[in-house]
T-cell receptor, first 115, second 113 residues
């Protein structure tokens, strides 16, 4: 069965420092991977996605992620964070059935950017 | 703004009651998904509809039901509410049957007292 593990529940970092949010997945079939961001009291916004092709995926707000099949990882990175990046980040894998599909989410990583 | 709308934004009700949450997908999207977000369970998939038909089911309680109408909007009905049903309920939509990305609405926060 597919699953997603986000290795850090909280990541504190200073403004302008680099950050990496770690995500490992388990899947026995073709993998579609996503990162979403949730700002306080808001819905989830799609940051980036990996469906196929290049393993380095660029998203919005300067974020990027690298798909690593051998390590079953999809870590999210940003070279220099801003205060406004403070939010919860969710890694997700798409599970596809013959009849439909769903997203399985990790537990979330709370990114806290300090001045 | 994802283009997915949900109403109401907040809902406060009592145990044993029934409520209906409404979702309008992005223009052109045929798939609608419902998710529940709570502190102890995280984000959990409930159910998917595609062009009016139920296509995938997750950890949805028997007290909960959903449907998608011909104009593609969807409703999630929650009945015999319990305190533990208090959560954020998200609707998402996508153009495809499966795979790809899903676009989430702002959510409905349900509080059961």
């Amino acid at each position: 069965a597919q699953s997603v593990t986000q290795l850090d529940s909280q990541v504190p970092v200073f403004e302008e420092a680099p950050v990496e949010l770690r995500c490992n997945y388990s899947s026995s079939v073709s993998v579609y991977l996503f990162w979403y961001v949730q700002y306080p009291n808001q819905g989830l916004q799609l940051l980036l996605k990996y469906l196929s092709g290049s393993t380095l995926v660029k998203g919005i707000n300067g974020f990027e992620a690298e798909f690593n099949k051998s390590q079953t990882s999809f870590h999210l990175r940003k070279p220099s964070v801003h205060i406004s990046d403070t939010a919860e980040y969710f890694c997700a894998v798409s599970v596809v059935y013959n009849q439909g599909g769903k997203l399985i989410f990790g537990q979330g990583t709370e990114l806290s950017v300090k001045p | 703004d994802s283009g997915v709308t949900q109403t109401p934004k907040h809902l406060i009700t009592a145990t044993g009651q029934r409520v209906t949450l409404r979702c309008s997908p992005r223009s052109g999207d045929l798939s609608v998904y419902w998710y529940q977000q709570s502190l102890d369970q995280g984000l959990q998939f409930l159910i998917q509809y595609y062009n009016g038909e139920e296509r995938a089911k997750g950890n949805i309680l028997e007290r909960f039901s959903a449907q998608q109408f011909p104009d593609l909007h969807s409703e999630l009905n929650l009945s015999s509410l319990e305190l533990g049903d208090s959560a954020l309920y998200f609707c998402a939509s996508s153009p495809r049957l499966a795979g790809g990305g899903q676009f989430f609405g702002p959510g409905t926060r349900l509080t059961v007292l």
